[in-house]
């Protein structure tokens, strides 16, 4: 009222971190203790980390967000087919100090460009989920029954980069477990026929990649979520994309600089992007209309968690493997463009599906 | 620009491994036979799918609708190809059996699925967008199919394929009963050679009542009592294996692609069919293709069968991309040159295994 009381206020339920937070914002005026990194979020989306001084207080500037996080490990069960809930991944991962060499942290972008306060570990597990059973389901990732050593090291090591590329964590440890004590499908089955309700599948799979990120409903918020992850990531990608593919004879390349072209005009665009509720300067655009728009935004984002798939494939891709990842690029790439073509007009295109 | 021309041909080669275009027939009320056929060309700015049906432009609109829909169970989209569906014949207004076989289509012209020669398909759905079948309204008489020569005949609805992800063998996501297929070679001779399939639908036991005797609750339809004697043992065996003693959870039926059969090859196809259902083993992205037998179920042990060369053979030609392959870790060294290598070339991969479980 009279600012009587005003003070700095402590971390937000400090004792989740580590445990069911993986990062919580820090607000102006906090004090962070030393073993906590803190990733600090600028106006514009940059990120950097605090400086490593002992008790840590922040002074953060005007549009500045903070982050603390805790590096773990955090021992958390994915669930690599959602067909099959009773088998699980137990898997140990951490968060790495920050490397000197690299330009951005990946796990610094993904707070900046996906996060919005608290991130829970059930929320980021979910996430990580999200991207292995897409992974699995679309075959850059095998893991097939009665799997082999070979074929699990093979996983393994897709999963290390999978993991690393999409949320920036650095698996320790993995190993298959029994979760029939945990989980009971039986149950699970059970309900489903009482609740009866076959219209809302338990697993949708379309829903799965992009549900975590945003949980929300209101379509104005999840599509500025959604174009604040192209602003961000799209320039990552591209780096990302330069460095990791590279191409192995002349016609790659020129598809690799074609794509990279395409990938600059897509980041511009972004960029560019009209509000969502305006079809004109000082013109309203229609409920339904709008709702259009934000399902092209969100396809979008499930674009942009497959191109960090694919980053993650390229990186331990032979030259002789690399002609279907550059064919999955284009197909990304065309995604893109289409979506963000549709996010930017103010009318359905002829023949578009409504309902989609 | 030049890097144009690069890029297409190179992404031309990989595509080429998909059809360009894909037929798929259709049984109508009054004994005809339509074809809906599908054909993919660069979208161009176009709509993601066409259909074209002369002289009648609502079910065109119907047809586009319904393939829409189907799409929605994919993951995978991709927005550079327009696929042009176009039906041979005007069924009437109120039948409806097309719709399967326009979805088919629809997914073997985008090499969704691959069938073996021609196939024909009835059926008809209220819920396409979860990929579910409810139902069809004809059969095709087995004449009918000897006569087109359709090796593949599918009849939408429960018994027959009740939701598309069965094509693969995966149980229905929504669903409250969890039904999964693998299938095994069966050996007859030569060209009498073929897969059968073979699936477990398990029930939830929803009262204390049902809950005596897991191995009673097993059903195998259609079967004589040697056999159903066989499966019960195999499965309760192989439930022993998982280590869950205790009450009784599930119901189980048990039903054959081809009622006549001979041996015990069946087997592990059907211990792992029931882990798919019961959602305790991983599942494959495309078929599930086992042969393997066992004295030992309750230690998960996989016993060597009979008839490497021709099932060998048998599996070289009928194996699609993402299909998974078991066999008995004894064949290992016995296995003809290049098959694995064959394998992988198709896309699926294979396994000796000497155990069940994971890892």
């Known amino acids: 009222m009279l600012g009587l009381f005003k003070r700095a206020t402590p971390v937000a339920d400090a004792c989740e971190l580590g445990n069911s937070a993986v990062a919580l914002p820090v607000r102006s005026g906090c004090t962070v203790p030393p073993s906590y990194p803190v990733v600090i979020v600028d106006a514009r989306g940059s990120t950097r980390r605090a400086g490593a001084a002992a008790a840590k207080r922040m002074e953060l500037r005007d549009g500045e967000a903070a982050y603390a996080f805790h590096p773990g490990p955090y021992t958390v069960d994915l669930l690599p087919f959602a067909g099959a809930p009773e088998i699980g991944l137990r898997t140990r991962f951490t968060i790495d100090a920050a490397e000197p060499h690299a330009a951005h942290q990946r796990f610094d972008l993904y707070l900046a460009s996906e996060v919005a306060g608290r991130l829970g570990l059930d ?67 059970a309900a489903r026929a009482l609740r009866g309700d076959s219209e809302a599948p338990l697993l949708a799979p379309v829903a799965v990649p992009a549900a975590p990120a945003c949980g929300v409903v209101e379509p104005a918020i999840a599509d500025a979520r959604a174009l604040r992850r192209l602003f961000l990531e799209l320039p990552c990608l591209m780096c990302g994309l330069r460095l990791a593919a590279l191409p192995a004879t002349p016609d790659q390349f020129r598809q ?61 891709a032979t030259p002789a493997s690399l002609a279907p990842l550059y064919d999955e690029a284009e197909r990304i790439v065309a995604n893109l463009e289409a979506d963000c073509e549709g996010r930017r007009r103010t009318h359905a295109a002829r023949g578009e599906s409504e309902a989609a | 620009m030049s890097a144009l021309p690069g890029g297409l041909a190179a992404s031309g080669s990989t595509v080429s491994a998909l059809p360009a275009s894909a037929e798929c027939r259709s049984l109508l009320a009054d004994g005809s036979v339509l074809t809906v056929s599908a054909t993919r060309r660069p979208r161009a700015g176009r709509a993601d799918v066409k259909c074209t049906v002369p002289g009648d432009a609502r079910l065109a609109e119907r047809m586009q609708e319904v ?23 005007v069924p009437a207004a109120h039948e409806r059996d097309w719709e399967l076989a326009a979805v088919l289509a629809d997914r073997m012209v985008r090499g969704l699925w691959t069938p073996r020669g021609q196939v024909a398909a009835n059926g008809w759905s209220d819920a396409w967008h979860l990929g579910r079948v409810d139902g069809h309204a004809l059969d095709v008489p087995a004449e009918v199919v ?7 005949t599918l009849l939408g609805g429960p018994g027959g394929l009740a939701h598309l992800g069965q094509l693969s063998g995966h149980p ?39 809950a005596l005797d897991e191995e009673q609750a097993i059903a195998v339809p259609g ?4 056999r159903q004697l066989a499966v019960r043992q195999a499965l309760s065996g192989a439930r022993h294996f998982d280590g869950r003693s205790g009450a009784a959870r ?86 003809p040159d290049g098959f694995d290598a064959g394998l992988r070339a198709l896309g699926a991969s294979l396994a000796c295994v000497e155990r069940i479980g994971i890892i």
């Open chain 2, 172 to 210: 229905d996501p929504g669903a409250a009963v969890s039904v999964a297929r693998a299938w095994f070679p069966l050996h007859a001779g030569g060209s009498g050679d073929s897969l059968c399939w073979v699936e477990v639908g398990v029930y939830p036991v929803q009262s204390a009542a049902d």
């Open chain 2, 250 to 335: 599930w119901r189980t039926t048990v039903r054959f692609g081809q009622p006549q059969f001979q041996g015990r090859s069946f087997e592990l196809a059907l211990v792992l069919a029931d882990r798919i259902a019961r959602g305790r083993e991983f599942v494959p992205r495309g078929r599930l293709i086992a042969s393997g037998q066992s004295d030992a179920w309750h230690t998960g042990r996989v016993d060597t069968v009979e008839g490497l060369a021709p099932k060998c053979a048998l599996l070289l030609r009928e194996a699609a991309p993402g299909d998974r392959i078991l066999l008995p870790h004894a064949w290992q060294d016995a296995l």
């Open chain 1, 256 to 316: 690799q600089q074609a794509l990279l072209q395409r990938l600059d005009l897509l980041s511009v665009g972004a960029n560019a992007m009209p509000a969502l509720g305006l079809a004109a300067p000082g013109q309203a655009l229609g409920a339904a209309e709008q709702g259009r728009r934000a399902h092209h935004s969100r396809r979008a984002t499930v674009s942009l968690d497959e191109a960090w798939a694919l980053l993650a494939r390229l990186k331990s």
């Open chain 2, 146 to 152: 000897s006569a087109a020569g359709m090796p593949v």
């Open chain 1, 123 to 189: 929320a980021f597990t979910a996430v990580m989920e999200g991207a292995l059973q897409r992974e699995l389901q679309d075959g850059g990732l095998d893991l097939p029954p009665c799997t082999s050593i070979e074929e699990w090291n093979a996983f393994r090591l897709g999963l290390n980069e999978l993991l690393y590329m999409r949320c920036g964590v650095t698996v320790d440890d993995c190993v298959p477990v029994d979760l029939a004590g945990s989980r009971d499908y039986a149950a699970m089955l």
């Open chain 2, 67 to 89: 393939v829409r829909l189907a799409r929605h169970t994919e993951q995978r989209f991709d927005s550079r190809d327009q696929v042009v569906i176009g039906i041979d014949r």
């Open chain 2, 223 to 226: 079967q004589d009592a040697a």
